[in-house]
């Protein structure tokens, strides 16, 4: 821990870094607090020592804070920051923050540009290597690029962008306000099963028993049990047990996480009280709501 007074310049200069950007001279940072250039050099020196200030020569250097400055004080004053991760080559970069995401000629598809303002060593990051930032906390952004630019003294990272996607704020039970669930029980026929999904154009339902999810039932799954002539007629015979589920009160993004990692194109919605099956949202739902 730092004392008080470390915490006070400290302070001083994130405050005037996040309106300005760019190194910082100590006589800003003195008329800030009201102390003295001399004071606030030779705090300097003790902060950049411990790791907490980075110093920048020349005419136009200065001080600029780092990570370890912003953990100081954000874990004191920040109680909703989430880290924004960022990935190289599809391994992740520890020690980075994301402060800002800035697109450029997002007009034009070949020239898009976009910089990344960071918190941390930039160094980490390399030139003509592929770059994946996000998603962001609230609107799920997902920046994807090829870097080929990087101001250390500014802590901006350029990429020329491959893809940009944002996934709706939206709730999962947002998706089935108009849903009607169609569902079966163990028993339903399988040739009932295929008339009722193709009759609702829709690929999949849950099999429901004592009003809980016990199971799900695609097109798919019938196909299959048709072609490999499998001797099942019921939808408890074909059915994927244990089928993926998720929070009617989850975040739409959730559901893309959920997905992913298991390796699904749907998932059951279900109340998080009963179990009882509520609808379904598929990865192509939620393409369509994003293309709207």
Known sequence: MISRVYKEILGGLITIHEKKRGSIKGEEIAALLDKTAGTIRNQMQTLR???????IPGPKGGYLPTLKAYEVLRFEHSEYFIEVPVYQNNERVEGLIVQQIIFSNVSDPKACRCT???LGDTFKIHDGNMLKVGPTPINKIMVVGKVIGRND??????LATKSI?????YKVCDMIVNQRLVSFNPDTALSECEETLIRNKIDAAPVVENGKIIGIVSLRDIVCATVE???VNTASGIMETYPVTIS???????????MKKNKVKRVVIVDSNTYE???IVSMTDIINLMLE
Do not use: C, H, M
Request: hydrophobic letters at 45%; proline letters at 5%; charged letters at 25%.
């Open 49 to 55: 020592a411990l790791g907490y200030v980075d110093g």
């Open 116 to 118: 990344i303002k960071i």
């Open 153 to 158: 003294a500014d802590k901006e990272i350029l």
């Open 165 to 169: 996607t944002s996934v709706p704020r």
């Open 229 to 231: 002539k499998k001797a």
């Open 248 to 258: 009617a009160n989850a975040q739409l993004a959730d559901a893309v996480t959920i």
């Open 277 to 279: 099956p509520k609808g």
